[in-house]
């Protein structure tokens, strides 16, 4: 009897969501445990593992709007399992005849095959031109998942280039079209929704980073061994936040009707970039975290990204966001607040810049910061106050220790 694999809830307001993705092919024999298709929605992405082991049949396609509770597929767990096929030559196992270009030496020796690498990771190998014998998998029984791709570096092996051949001409439309994910329609959703339902001002200032930079140079080899993992940009900055709303507790609200709520706790969403949309993970309770637990955290959510395993739970219930366009070379912007949060900061490209330092003109290394807040619920004061006191603690970062 055939098996039913219905699509699983992933949040008590999701209702559907469009399947992204079939790690498995139609008709292919699957194990019990390995992925065998993604859910997108309009908040995450979710990956779906077979329940038992069988013959896999697809009952929609990729890009179908499915939902919950939809039966997708379905495993025939009668079905006989592939054998692996050895011929004999001379008492001795014979060697394949020909192996597809397309796969190297070095996987086939090791069993990674095209066909077991799922459709992200495939397609990711091949873009970067990255040997998949040389990643180490970190899924189940050694299989490698997409983050293990991107986490392998920019210094992968590359596979030879091949040869330039002529673009071809094209000979269909001059536009075509695709459906919005539900992530990407949720996300134009909540920002129109911020701008049309907020008032929404956007108060500037720069930093100087030298102190927290030479830190990082100081304290950088010691960090690593102690705790495992680089002391970055970012947990300066939820420090210096987490300070600033100590300060200005007024950023630290949100309207509720006609009721303003103040928090008193100290949740912090930190975004971050994926290939399918932006996404807000929130840092718990980081008034409570030291620079080492701020930067595993944020390390942890980023490889949940890359994976596509963010929960719903992981984005719900932050007050307030950081934002780091400088990661992508942004010099200025104004971020869109992320409701109902009447807060939000965003970092940009550090720039070597001429400053006037006690009178005489030196090259430091700058920073633009951003504060965009809801006008309805903080007053310029307070939010030029909030930057000040951002800008105070990043370039005196001994403050943050000191408790001062």
């Known amino acids: 009897m055939a098996i039913e694999i219905k699509v699983p809830s992933v949040g008590e307001s999701i209702t559907s969501g469009l399947l992204g993705v079939w790690s498995k092919p139609d008709g292919a024999y699957v194990k019990a445990g390995e992925p065998i298709f993604e859910i997108e929605t309009d908040k995450v992405t979710s990956e779906v593992v077979a329940e038992t082991s069988g013959q896999l049949k697809h009952l929609v396609k990729v890009g179908d709007t499915v939902q919950i509770g939809q039966v997708v597929a379905t495993i025939d767990e009668k079905a006989v399992a592939p054998a692996e096929k050895k011929e004999e030559v001379n008492g001795a196992a014979a060697k394949p005849a020909r192996v597809e270009a397309s796969i190297p030496a070095a996987a086939v020796a090791r069993g990674k095959h095209a066909e077991d690498l799922s459709p992200a990771v495939r397609y990711q190998t091949e873009e970067k031109g990255i040997d998949p014998a040389s990643i180490v998998g970190t899924g189940k029984d050694g299989r490698i998942l997409k983050g293990d791709v991107l986490a392998h570096g920019e210094g992968a092996p590359k596979a030879p280039a091949a040869a330039a051949t002529p673009a071809p001409k094209p000979t269909g ?178 720039q070597e810049r001429p400053v006037a330092i006690s009178g005489r003109v030196e090259i430091r290394p700058m920073m633009y910061l951003a504060l965009t807040y809801d006008h309805r619920l903080v007053d310029g004061k307070e939010a030029v106050t909030f930057l000040a006191t951002i800008k105070e603690v990043v370039e005196n970062p001994a403050a943050v220790l000191l408790e001062v």
């Open 173 to 350: 439309e001059r536009t075509s079209r695709k459906k919005m994910t539900p992530l990407r329609q949720k996300i134009a959703a909540r920002l129109l929704s911020a701008q049309q339902e907020t008032a929404h001002l956007t108060t500037f200032n720069e930093v100087d980073v030298s102190d927290i930079m030479a830190l990082r140079t100081k304290f950088q080899d010691r960090f690593v061994k102690k705790h495992e993992i680089k002391l970055g940009f970012m947990s300066f900055f939820v420090k210096a936040v987490v300070h600033a709303l100590h300060v200005v507790p007024a950023i630290n609200t949100r309207l509720d009707g006609e009721e303003v709520v103040q928090n008193h706790f100290y949740d912090i969403g930190c975004a971050i970039s994926t290939e399918k949309g932006l996404l807000v993970p929130v840092l718990r309770d980081v008034d409570k975290l030291s620079f080492a637990g701020i930067e595993k955290a944020i390390a942890a959510y980023a490889k949940k990204a890359r994976d596509g395993k963010i929960a719903l739970a992981d984005l719900e219930g932050g007050v307030f966001t950081i934002t780091n366009g400088g990661v992508f070379g942004s010099l200025l912007s104004t971020p869109i607040l992320n409701p109902p949060q009447c807060g939000i900061l965003g970092m940009h490209t550090i």
